[in-house]
């Protein structure tokens, strides 16, 4: 999808791949057989980011939306069409379907009303609640990817 829709796509659509293979070896020979070389890759080692995200099974894709929202959580199967899903995203706009999330809980309607008092992201959040948290993933992400990016 990122070679084919590069002219689209350039500077706005990362896809990211965080290795669970046993080596970092066995993944570069994994991603070189596969010619998956536009994806980022990187080797997760014994970080605990698997628990962390709730990812039961291989492959588990994470979408996130332009504002940096975790959209859809799951297996890539239960989309229908990712690449449409990536536009849609692209455009600022919700992914409905299977799985879609939607103002951060699975399966809430796409057309329900924006109501700051329902559960999901709200305006009149406490900023310095929110540095500490975001302090404490960079935190856990470096530990999740202490290895550096693989480079084919």
């Known amino acids: 999808m990122l070679e084919k829709r ?3 796509w350039d500077g706005k659509v ?3 791949g965080l290795s ?8 570069v020979t994994h991603v070189n057989t596969k010619g998956w070389t536009s994806v ?3 080797f997760r080692d014994k970080s ?3 628990e962390v995200y709730g990812v039961s099974g291989v492959p588990h894709v994470l979408l996130l939306d332009t504002k940096g929202r975790i959209v859809f959580k799951g297996h890539p199967a239960t989309r229908k069409d990712l690449e449409a899903d990536f536009d849609t995203l692209l ?7 299977d799985g879609a999330w939607v103002d951060g809980a699975a399966g809430a309607s796409a057309d329900a009303e924006d109501d700051e008092d329902k559960e999901g ?3 009149d959040v406490d900023a310095a609640e929110v540095e500490k948290a975001v302090i404490a993933f960079r935190a856990s992400a470096e530990t999740w990817c202490k290895d550096e990016k693989i480079v084919a």
């Open 6 to 8: 590069k002219a689209d």
């Open 14 to 16: 990362r896809i990211v």
């Open 20 to 27: 669970i293979d046993q080596s970092k070896e066995k993944m």
């Open 40 to 42: 980022e890759h990187y």
């Open 48 to 50: 605990d980011c698997s």
């Open 91 to 97: 455009k600022g706009e919700a992914l409905t379907g």
């Open 121 to 123: 992201f709200k305006d």
